[in-house]
């Protein structure tokens, strides 16, 4: 199952880019995969995510290849291939291969100078609805100089045509060339949920037993109260391939009712997977509920090697791509923080490249909604990045079109920006002198941006905790505070954070000299601006 796990110069710290909304989004975006698909190797591709793929809902005529009508839309990429092979543009293709009384289709590729993604369909050979997911084990491309590359891809159940469908993808090494190529899948693989009750005690410092091979044991960390919610903290051990790859998570099993939760996978020290949920629910009822343990698990294996040549012709996809410079705005600039670079049109989807000339000083926004309109259409995009190292990243608003026109050139755009929450740190000012710490707990509070944050203070052993808090409506979060000591800044433990947005912050100071004269900065902290909202013609 496929799964994806993702400053100030001088000082250490954690990776602030990854905020709670985009944080939410990706957790979000393992529970949208697990329904959908499963996934055996993990998918190390150019574009690296930053939240959920986007849905659009805009009719589009769809091709019929082989006399069955699929519905290619139902997966992510499916509608900018299905548009690209109805403008001609690609290649549709009719080929079946046959291995262990399973036939594979190979119905159409089409290349947009960055990826090729090719459309697979096959008859599933037993019910699919018994099943949560369906995999190819090992996929290959090779091309005529007889280079191989990985392929990448999920397969999904379409219920119209009762076929499994996929998109699978790998680089564009075709580009305005023509190339003989021989695609490779082998080994289809079908996965099934698996629910299990645990009778064992669910509380901190308890460890399970499973039974089960593929995590065998579960150690309860941290059971807290935030909010109205539960906040559980959970180790799975698992092995050093798995990377959470089986969905692990813990269910409430509430009378008839079943409380589920998110899981967030946090970096962890070891090989076991370190797990967050966040329950809507009181502590109590966690105790009192029964709890269940979630994953899925391989089923049934049909081993087989499903084998297609064909022949792609790039030119006319290389020619269908369309770049314009994009100007600077400064009023733009000014709210987002952000550069406009280029809008490029490909085959597959809408690309505008982005430079962010924002500072955690000034505050950088991050929008939950990122929206194109296209002529009178307003379609849904994602942030999204691609390169190879993170050092060189290529920032980007990525959108697949609702249809393809003739000249690119002649369409009306404009990117529509929304819902930004603005994270900012600025040790600059906003200082406040902490009396001398001690078992007690103290109070303090600082203003800022409007903002009226509250803070608790007080040592445990030889540590300082600082608590932070606000009832502001529009504040989203302290991440991480800062203390000057002796004119040296100084920031806490870095401790692994989970999906939801904390009410309360807690961070430990450890090893600091308690007798000095302390003073106290908000830190990263984040807060709902409409202000930031913009939209601009491209």
Not at 31 to 51: M, V, W, Y
Not at 409 to 415: A, E, I, N
Not at 507 to 528: A, F, H, S, V, W
Request: with cysteine.
């Amino acid at each position: 199952m496929n799964r994806f796990i993702e400053n100030v110069k001088s000082t250490p710290q954690p990776d602030y880019d990854l905020m709670w909304t985009a944080i939410e989004n990706e957790a979000n975006n393992r529970r949208e995969n697990l329904q959908t698909s499963q996934k055996a190797t993990r998918h190390r591709g150019k574009t690296i995510p930053i939240s959920i793929v986007f849905s659009c809902f805009l009719l589009v005529a769809i091709p019929v290849f082989a006399s069955v009508t699929i519905d290619w839309s139902r997966i992510g990429g499916g509608r900018g291939v299905t548009n690209a092979l109805n403008n001609g543009i690609g290649q549709q293709y009719d080929l079946q291969s046959s291995s262990s009384g399973v036939t594979m289709n190979l119905n159409g590729v089409v290349t947009d100078g960055e990826k090729m993604k090719m459309l697979i369909s096959l008859e599933p050979p037993t019910d699919p609805t018994q099943y949560a997911g369906f995999a190819t084990e090992i996929n290959t491309l090779t091309s005529e100089n007889e280079s191989t590359a990985n392929v990448y891809g999920n397969l999904v159940y379409d219920p119209d045509s009762q076929k499994l469908i996929g998109v699978y993808e790998t680089l564009d090494t075709l580009k305005d060339d023509t190339k003989d190529y021989t695609f490779e899948a082998q080994n289809l693989i079908f996965y099934r949920d698996r629910n299990l009750p645990l009778n064992s005690n669910h509380q901190p410092g308890n460890t399970i037993v499973t039974g089960v091979a593929q995590y065998p044991t579960i150690h309860i960390e941290s059971v807290r109260q935030n909010g109205n919610r539960t906040v559980v903290r959970y180790k799975v051990a698992a092995s050093s391939s798995d990377l959470g790859r089986g969905n692990p998570h813990l269910v409430v099993q509430s009378g008839n009712q079943e409380l589920d939760a998110i899981p967030t996978i946090l970096p962890s020290e070891d090989k076991d997977l370190l797990i967050e949920q966040v329950f809507n629910m009181t502590e109590k009822e966690w105790t009192d509920e029964s709890i269940h343990f979630s994953y899925t698990e391989e089923a049934k294996q049909i081993l087989g090697t499903w084998k297609f040549d064909f022949k792609a012709d790039g030119k006319k996809a290389s020619e269908a791509i369309y770049t314009k410079t994009l100007p600077a705005n400064s009023e733009f600039q000014e709210k987002s923080g952000i550069t406009l670079e280029q809008l490029a049109v490909t085959p597959l989807n809408i690309q505008i490249l982005i430079d962010e000339e924002g500072s955690l000083k000034n505050g950088i926004a991050h929008y939950k909604t990122v929206q194109l309109g296209i002529g009178d259409n307003i379609i849904s995009g994602d942030r999204n990045s691609k390169g190879d190292l993170p050092g060189s990243y290529q920032h980007l608003f990525q959108f697949e079109s609702p249809e393809w026109y003739k000249s690119w050139s002649d369409v009306p755009m404009k990117l529509i920006l929304k819902d930004a929450v603005v994270e900012k740190r600025d040790t600059t000012k906003n200082w406040t002198t902490l009396n001398k710490p001690k078992q007690e707990k103290q109070y303090t509070q600082i203003n800022v941006d409007g903002l009226e944050i509250q803070f608790t203070y007080y040592t445990e052993g030889k540590s300082l905790i600082v608590e932070s808090h606000s009832d502001s409506p529009d504040f989203r979060g302290v991440n991480q505070t800062t203390l000057r000591i002796n004119g040296k800044e100084v920031v806490p433990e870095i401790i692994p954070k989970g999906m939801a947005s904390k009410k309360i912050n807690i961070d430990r100071y450890n090893g600091i000299p308690l007798d000095e004269m302390i003073q106290l900065n908000p830190g990263i902290y984040k807060y709902t601006d409409p202000d930031r909202d913009v939209e601009v013609k491209l």
